[in-house]
């Protein structure tokens, strides 16, 4: 079993930054990818980015130009910039492991990302 941990939410203000940080108890090598998704109330849950064991990257085409996802192989940790926020992005953001975006293993919790207008 897993624990993927994520961290970094909070209330911001529109066209402010966040960073999102998702520790893994485990190495992420293990797992094909790593990724961010995010579930706004009344709407179902989307990707927001993955990134592939060998770097290879993927966004959402709503926040492709605004985000950023990286990891940190040492660390076992992958993280999510996230630059010129909009009320729209307000959601919980979780980080998952697996093969993504369709066979997700091992989700987190969850962390709060408000964006006030």
């Known amino acids: 079993q897993v624990q993927l941990v994520e961290s970094g939410g909070g209330l911001v203000q529109a066209g402010g930054s966040l960073r999102l940080s998702c520790a893994a108890s485990?190495?992420?090598?293990?797992?094909?990818?790593m990724g961010w998704f995010r579930q706004a109330p009344a709407k179902q849950r989307e990707l927001v980015a993955s990134?592939?064991?060998?770097?290879?990257?993927n966004y959402d085409d709503s926040t492709k130009e605004r985000f950023t996802i990286s990891r940190d192989d040492t660390r076992n940790t992958v993280y999510l910039q996230m630059n010129s926020l909009k009320p729209e992005d307000t959601a919980v953001y979780y980080c998952?492991?697996?093969?993504?975006?369709?066979?997700?293993?091992?989700w987190g919790l969850g962390t709060q990302v408000t964006v006030s207008s």
């Open positions: 998952a492991a697996g093969s993504l975006p369709n066979r997700p293993l091992y």
């Open positions: 485990a190495s992420i090598r293990r797992f094909s990818s």
């Open positions: 990134i592939t064991n060998f770097g290879q990257v």
